[in-house]
């Protein structure tokens, strides 16, 4: 049973907001023509950055807890991580703005954000020579500067409410990974390339990974909404230009 414990962790993370997504009033899997690519397009690079830093030692996994399945030196419930994370952070995100309003003072997010970001930007050069600690914190502050300041995105506020929240399953789900109630770690670090601060079991640099995880699959999820609502309008427009007088035709 122990080899199916990473397993196990990423069909727990999604089972539930899976069979969820056709609860009558969320209806999640409408979104799923969204959802899907977003996830895949997320994970290539997150893979492919995955499989690098495995590749130079940053981390490793450990086989007593995989199936022993392995894809381009990780094991498949790594690859397996990256789109049930994502699908579990996704839904969460649409239930929660749904149906409550996490909108920020316009003012004050600036100034969080801008503070936030300019915190990681110097984290992340001052330990340059950490190779996870400054690929977390950098790239974290690039999409959060992309998106606030760049974008102008108007859900980045949200975004830090909801993965405010999403820490809570975040703790337990990487609690798990990093050896919290297990003999050994499921995923093992190298702290050589991070900063040695950890909460629990879990290092300080994850929060911040999973934070640019979590803003690269919103801001994909958006695009092709996006990208879908100005198809619908140029067709809708063609077909008015086509036929002027369609209303009186009806």
Request: positive net charge.
């Amino acid at each position: 049973m122990t080899k199916y414990t990473y397993l196990l962790v990423n069909l727990l993370a999604v089972i539930v907001p899976l069979a969820w997504s056709f609860h009558p009033r969320i209806r999640f899997y409408r979104q799923w023509k969204f959802a899907i690519p977003s996830i895949l397009l997320a994970a290539a690079l997150f893979i492919a950055w995955d499989i690098y830093f495995t590749s130079i030692g940053v981390w490793a996994f450990n086989q007593d807890y995989v199936t022993g399945l392995m894809i381009s030196g990780l094991p498949l419930e790594e690859w397996l991580f990256f789109f049930c994370i994502p699908y579990a952070c996704l839904f969460t995100w649409f239930c929660l703005t749904r149906f409550f309003d996490f909108r920020w003072n316009r003012g004050y997010l600036r100034i969080f954000t801008a503070i936030f970001s300019a915190s990681l930007l110097v984290i992340g050069v001052l330990y340059h020579d950490r190779l996870y600690t400054s690929a977390a914190f950098i790239s974290a502050a690039v999409l959060c500067i992309l998106l606030a300041f760049v974008l102008k995105a108007n859900w980045i506020g949200k975004a830090f409410t909801v993965y405010a929240i999403l820490l809570l399953p975040f703790f337990i789900v990487n609690g798990i990974l990093t050896g919290t109630g297990l003999n050994e770690p499921v995923v093992w670090y190298n702290d050589q390339e991070n900063l040695g601060l950890r909460i629990g079991t879990i290092p300080v640099e994850d929060i911040f990974y999973g934070f640019a995880l979590f803003l690269l699959n919103l801001f994909l999820f958006f695009s092709l909404q996006s990208l879908a609502k100005n198809r619908f309008r140029k067709m809708d427009l063609g077909d008015s230009l086509s036929c002027p007088h369609r209303d009186q035709l009806q």
